[in-house]
């Protein structure tokens, strides 16, 4: 076994410290006890990284697509060349706004600075955004509007040392589980501390929550306004914080009681019981220690920045903010939104918090990187970009570390949108993902395990990604990849980088530059970590910025606690957040409202956790979730499938009523792609409305229809080796320990099973091992093939979604070996019943087993009559009265 | 009396209460003159109903036991094991002489009746030898059916019914080489498995176009033909046999389409036909078979009873050992004056006694209008099962290879249980259908 590597786990924005070791069967994952974010913990995501570790679809070698419309291997060489010259001649034909990057909250801060410095420094367009846009945009949008500064002010300790934790909008017991322990262990140690949930689904998180509000779906800043309304009606102020911190209180103010005056207007705003919102305001107006902790649910809005707002408000109004235990704090999807937002990820900003609107905050980033150009207006934001891309004014974009074609809102229209594009550069892990399908050149980059860089999680932790792998096939770092197109651009000098640590002091550098008071003062100051160099970098343990440097401290740890804010009036800025209902409202075509998120155990496109049979075996399968009254009016029964439509597109899901739903609502998930399922991305149904601030995309409300979608027959198929499914009407696949799992449903009848089942799985030997079970009349199948005496596939067919449990043929794939009970039980999908088991026969007349025999003996059956008597052996035929003579001389009396 | 119920469709406590009323007036009846019955064939369905009179009352009569054969009476079902090798003779003898003797029955072997007179209630056998009768009990059982073709009588043809036959058989075995079985029925294929096993050269010649047709469908016909051709014994179906040829003996056969094969011994095994001529010498009312009541008396004279394969009830004749213990259960009591059970006609069950080959067969197989299948195939373990249903009840069942549920299908056939909510599970055995019914 290899030395422990320590680095950070790859998943949600908690950003725990994992302990990776490399044997010989497998890679050992455990909790780094010495990092801050987690102390050891690691949910179920994060210790199954093992599982992820396979050569499984990666992409291992750069692809050029040829004449043939195919994609070919090429050198890394060519690859570059073509990259560089193609972006340059459209670049040099239609301006450096035609050409765009998409890149992602998975690339390491060194990659995305480097493609930040290259787009806006060297290109000369802010034409680059990330997919942190549908994650985090109205945090940062809310946090520049209140702050002057896209800056977190709470860190996780805080949330411990709460007396109240307000969870908005966030799933955080499935989407940041360990922080959620973390919460949950907190109030076992004091349980006067109280958690109250904000979520239109009673979410797993709801389990210890002291109050859940299931405020209708969009309704958050009806509900804060109220707050803010609330609080000030009952006094409950720090005059002195206001006068002396903030400006703006009485406009907002005003536009609160106008719009949330009243607890009961609010309550119905927002169809909350009054008694409930009583409750909770007075818990809030009592409780100093409060800390408001909001996620997807409040950022994925199109007032996405105003519930921001509407929160933060609540914290200025009364002061509780830059303190211990208090303050308003943005949990993060994904491991490097942050870091990504700090060197200027994002088409709004420049980079280390400098801002494009602002001269002076070019003219410095210029000077840093001595570039040729800057842009000087914001870039397209990810909706616009593909937008852009689809009308034509947008010709070439590179893709990096994410997926689109099933990410976006109004995804099909994004598939649209590439297949014009002239030029679709992706680097990714997977070579096949629904967005690679669409590329003209791939770039293999490396993966988890491999790269080697810093994250920053969502309380401002720096961490290090250390790499414990070597690179597969010729897979290389993203900012590798930049850096070599920028060389072929001429600026060797600009991207002359040997290695992560030189990008990462450069960053430092440039969030220590001109960051003076006199000059553009920025919270973001990472002076302490200037000049490290490649050992000391590889030695950077955890630190949460900023990081001051020995002499220039004049930044507190704790940002706010010395009252000081990054506006130009150095005070926080109340926002007036007059409440808006979500842009599209529901209809009688599309009367229920869809909402979407993460499920426990997979994490975005699946291209990591779908590898995993331990994380498929949570949730198998894309589903829609409502309410079992909604369910009925809809005609949908739970187990079946169901068509989910909307005005921009369709999925076909499996029906479930969890119990989670309020009426008028259904949950879909997010994971599922055309990897994945035949019809399942529900980005294709999402609404492409937008923040008008943020940009961010309304994931969590957009009009619904759900109705049956009538099959023929329900099955499942498992399989030792990957089966092609593009013919059926509907399946999903699952990762499984040594097979595939697929979930399957057909439209078309099938007249003989028994042919279709064969061809299905390839099996063209008539000599085949193959057991079948048919009852034609209502159309059951079941088919087993065994190749060497171990199992190499199984179908299950039926007109009914009744089919029997996966559980026990999927431990089948494990055994080298199927034994006879194995095999008996095989087409009935369970072992048989081992009480069950007679034993050899012995009068076969009447079936009659060896150990049922004995078992009548030593119940007292000492006689052939006896026996006959009892079981019925040898009184037919009588050829096994000698046996049952044997049986009785050699079976001993009980003792 | 209360006997008017059938006393086995009562539950056990009541039924033991009943059996003592019996008892007492089983010692009421031995008080009376002990009256003579007199039974025509020592086999299986003439002594079970013999045990089963012992049984019920030991008293009632003396009894004398007629048989053609010179042996007590043995299990002839199992003289396929007997061929094989399997068995021997001693394991497949029910009665031996001394148990007539000790339970104090006159048995007359080798010495068939060849003549019964009504009026004078006596029966005279081959010897001379003539016995009264109060109550005389017929079964006389069935022969080999012999085909009507050219050469059917020459030396080296034999038939598959008596331990005769098999001595025969085993004696053609250690001299010559190549057997011919006629009939690809249960019994052909015991005795072609019989004599390989004994290291003959066999052939089973079938006029049908599968094996078992009347026990097996298609695929399961097919399988077993495969395993049978694995042992080596070859097998002709549609060969219709149309004249055996040879001058002093058996030396081959011709079919009608013409082709022949060679031929050392040629074994009929192509049915049989209920033993009738003595009844219908003395004037008994026949049919195919010896036509009785559901209490096992002919119809024509009340002292006469009769059971076995000689026996047609209703219209059905008996060739399986189910049916014909459940004739001798209901005769005895009659015999013994108890009058209180009445002869049903179930379903019957077919399985084949060749070692290594389990072939179950039951009911309705065939299918039909408004039956459905469920099938279930292992090719490489040799099993193929297939249950007919018909009304949610299993009506019919062929099972292969794996026969160890046959007896429950068997079962729940005969009870007409409803199934539906074993459906998905019943192909698949017992021990998969735990809460059955």
């Known amino acids: 076994m290899s030395a422990p590597v320590r680095t950070t786990c790859p998943y949600c924005g908690t950003g725990c410290g994992v302990v990776a070791r490399v044997a010989a069967d497998g890679i050992a994952i455990a909790g780094d006890a010495a990092h801050p974010a987690n102390a050891g913990r690691l949910c179920v995501k994060g210790s199954a990284l093992g599982e992820t570790l396979v050569p499984d679809g990666r992409l291992l070698y750069p692809k050029l697509r040829g004449a043939d419309g195919t994609l070919q291997r090429t050198s890394w060489d060519t690859a570059l060349d073509h990259v560089a010259g193609a972006l340059r001649r459209i670049i040099d034909t239609h301006g450096p706004d035609a050409v765009a990057w998409y890149v992602s909250g998975q690339l390491l801060t060194e990659d995305y600075y480097v493609a930040n410095k290259l787009v806006k420094g060297y290109v000369g367009t802010a034409n680059i955004d990330t997919n942190s846009r549908l994650c985090m945009a109205s945090a940062v949008a809310g946090h520049q509007r209140a702050f002057g500064e896209d800056i977190v002010p709470v860190s996780y300790e805080d949330l411990e040392q709460a007396d109240l934790v307000v969870l908005v909008g966030s799933n955080t017991a499935w989407c940041h589980p360990v922080l959620y322990q973390r919460i949950v262990a907190a109030k076992a140690q004091r349980p006067q501390m109280k958690i109250v949930v904000v979520d239109p689904r009673r979410t797993a998180t709801t389990d210890i929550a002291d109050l859940h509000l299931p ?125 990504g937002r700090e060197v ?54 590179w893709i990096m570390a994410t997926n689109p074609v099933v990410s976006l809102p109004d995804a099909d229209k994004v598939k649209r949108a590439l297949k014009k594009c002239e030029l679709v550069v ?70 002359r980088y040997t290695g992560p640590h030189q990008i990462f002091d450069e960053h430092a550098r440039l969030t220590a530059f001109g960051n003076t008071d006199d000059e553009v003062p920025r919270y973001l100051d990472l002076a302490g970590l200037v000049g490290m160099d490649r050992a000391a970098y590889d030695a950077l343990a955890p630190v949460c910025w900023p990081v001051a440097a020995g002499q220039a401290g004049s930044r507190p740890l704790r940002p706010f ?100 739903l309020p009426r008028r609502s259904v949950f879909v998930p997010i994971h599922w792609n055309a990897q994945y399922a035949s019809d399942a991305r529900v980005g294709a149904l999402c609404n492409p409305v937008v923040d008008p601030v943020s ?119 494990v055994k080298e070996r199927l034994d006879d009970r194995d095999r008996i039980g095989l087409l009935v999908g369970e072992p048989p019943d081992r009480d069950a088991d007679t034993g050899p026969t012995v009068c076969a007349c009447f079936g009659v087993g060896r150990h049922a025999i004995v078992g009548a003996i030593h119940g007292g059956c000492r006689t052939v009559e006896a026996l006959g008597q009892r079981l019925r052996c040898g009184t037919n035929c009588g050829s096994c009265i000698p046996e049952l003579r044997a049986l009785i001389a050699s079976t001993r009396e009980p003792a | 009396m209360t006997t008017a119920i059938p006393a086995r469709a009562l539950p056990g406590p009541m039924r033991e209460h ?152 085993l004696t053609a075995a ?61 097998v002709l179906l549609k060969a219709d046999t ?107 069950a077919t399985q084949l006694k060749v070692s290594g080959i389990d072939v179950f067969s039951a009911g309705e197989f065939g299918g039909g209008d408004g039956t459905e299948d469920l099938v279930f195939r292992d090719a490489r373990r040799g099993t193929y099962k297939r249950l007919v249903l018909k009304d949610g009840c299993l009506v019919g069942a062929v099972l292969y290879g794996d026969v160890g549920d046959g007896a429950w299908y068997f079962e729940l056939m005969r009870r007409r249980a409803d199934v539906s909510r074993l459906r998905s599970r019943l192909v698949f055995g017992r021990a998969f259908c735990a809460d059955a019914p």
């Open chain 2, 242 to 348: 149309a004249a055996i040829l040879g001058r002093d003996r058996v030396a081959g056969l011709r079919f009608k389409d013409g082709r022949e094969i060679e031929a050392d011994l040629v074994v009929m095994a192509v049915g049989i036909r209920p033993n009738v001529e003595l009844a219908r010498q003395a004037g008994l009312y026949c049919e195919r078979a010896i036509v009785v009541d559901d209490t096992l008396q002919t119809l024509s004279d009340p002292r006469i009873y009769a059971v076995g394969e000689c026996v047609q009830h209703r219209k059905a004749t008996f060739g399986l050992v189910a049916p014909i213990w459940e004739q001798a259960r209901v005769c005895a009591a009659h015999l013994a004056g108890y009058g209180h059970r009445r002869f049903v006609q179930t379903a019957t």
């Open chain 1, 344 to 397: 200027g990820g994002l088409a709004t900003m420049l980079a280390a918090h400098l801002g494009l609107d602002d001269a002076r905050h070019r003219a410095l980033v210029q000077r840093f990187w001595n570039s040729p150009r800057i842009p000087t207006r914001p870039g397209l934001k990810a909706v616009e970009l593909f937008d852009a891309i689809d009308d034509g004014r947008v010709k070439a974009v």
């Open chain 1, 215 to 339: 405020l209708r779906p969009g309704t958050d800043v009806w509900l804060f306004n109220g707050l803010l309304a609330f609080l000030h009606q009952h006094g409950v102020v720090d005059p002195a914080f206001v006068e002396r911190h903030t400006v703006g209180v009485a406009r907002a103010l005003a536009v609160a009681d106008a719009t949330a005056g009243s607890v009961r207007a609010v309550a119905s705003a927002c169809r909350i019981d009054t008694s409930a919102l009583t409750e909770f305001y007075r818990l809030f107006a009592r409780t100093e220690r409060v800390v408001t902790a909001f996620s997807m649910g409040v950022n994925q809005s199109s007032a996405g920045t105003d519930k921001v707002n509407s929160i933060i408000n609540c914290h200025l109004l009364t002061g509780r903010i830059g303190k211990p235990g208090m303050g308003p704090f943005s949990l993060t999807g994904q491991p490097n939104a942050m870091g």
């Open chain 2, 174 to 234: 250690r001299t010559r080489r190549k057997a011919v079985v006629i009939g690809g029925g249960l019994l052909g294929l015991e005795a072609a498995h019989g004599l390989k096993r004994r290291g003959m050269d066999v052939t089973v010649v079938h006029v049908m176009d599968r094996l078992m047709e009347r026990q097996l469908d298609a695929p399961a016909a097919a399988l077993l033909r495969e395993a049978l051709e694995r042992r080596g014994i070859r």
């Open chain 1, 561 to 660: 606690a010395d009252g000081r804010f990054y506006t130009p009036e150095r005070k926080a800025r109340f926002v007036p957040t007059p409440p808006r209902a979500p842009v599209h409202a529901c209809d009688d075509d599309y009367p229920l409202v869809l909402n979407t998120g993460r499920v426990r155990d997979h994490w975005h496109t699946m291209t990591r956790t779908g590898l995993s049979p331990r994380l498929a075996t949570h949730i198998a399968e894309p589903y829609v979730d409502l309410h079992p009254q909604d369910a009925l009016l809809c005609g949908v029964r739970e187990g079946e499938l169901a068509w989910v439509s909307t005005r921009w597109g369709r999925l076909v899901a499996r029906v479930r009523s969890s119990g989670e």
């Open chain 2, 18 to 169: 009943l059996t003592g009323v019996d008892r007492r007036m089983g010692e009421a009846a031995s008080a009376r003159p002990r009256q003579r019955l007199v039974v025509v064939g020592n086999g299986m369905a003439g002594m079970r109903t013999v045990e089963e009179l012992l049984k019920l009352d030991a008293s009632v009569y003396d009894i004398t036991v007629f048989g053609a054969e010179p042996h007590g009476n043995y299990n002839r079902i199992l003289l396929s094991p007997l061929l094989a090798g399997e068995k021997r003779l001693d394991d497949i003898m029910l009665h031996p002489h001394a148990w007539y003797a000790a339970n104090g029955i006159t048995l007359h072997a080798g010495d068939p009746i060849v003549a019964i007179d009504r009026t004078r209630r006596i029966v005279i056998s081959r010897s001379g030898r003539k016995a009264a009768y109060d109550r005389l009990l017929l079964a006389t059982g069935s022969r080999p059916f012999v085909i009507p073709v050219p050469g059917a009588d020459l030396p080296g043809v034999v038939a598959f019914r008596a331990i005769e036959d098999v001595e025969a058989m």
């Open chain 1, 695 to 813: 940009g961010e995309p309304e994931f969590k409300h957009t009009p619904v229809r759900v109705e049956p979608f009538a099959v023929r027959w329900h099955g499942f198929l498992l399989s030792r080796t990957p089966v092609p499914m593009q013919t059926l009407t509907w399946w999903t696949r699952v990762t499984g320990a040594r097979f595939v799992r697929y979930e399957l449903a057909g439209r078309e009848p099938v007249d003989d099973w028994a042919a279709c089942a064969r061809d299905m799985l390839g099996v063209g030997d008539a000599d085949a091992d193959w057991i079948e079970y048919e009852d034609r009349s209502v159309g059951v199948f079941r088919a087993a093939w065994i190749v060497d005496g171990r199992i190499a596939a199984c179908l299950f067919v039926s007109p009914r979604p009744d089919l029997p449990s996966r559980a026990w043929l999927s431990g089948l794939f």
């Open chain 1, 426 to 495: 992706v680097s990714d892990v997977i070579e096949h993902t629904d967005t690679t399908a669409y590329a003209h050149v791939l770039l293999p980059a490396l993966a988890w395990g491999e790269k080697d860089g810093t994250v920053t999680n969502s309380e401002r932790r720096i961490s290090r990604q250390r790499a414990f792998l070597p690179a597969p096939g010729e897979a290389r770092p993203d900012w590798w990849m930049l850096a070599e197109v920028g060389k072929r651009w001429g600026y060797a000098e600009a991207f």
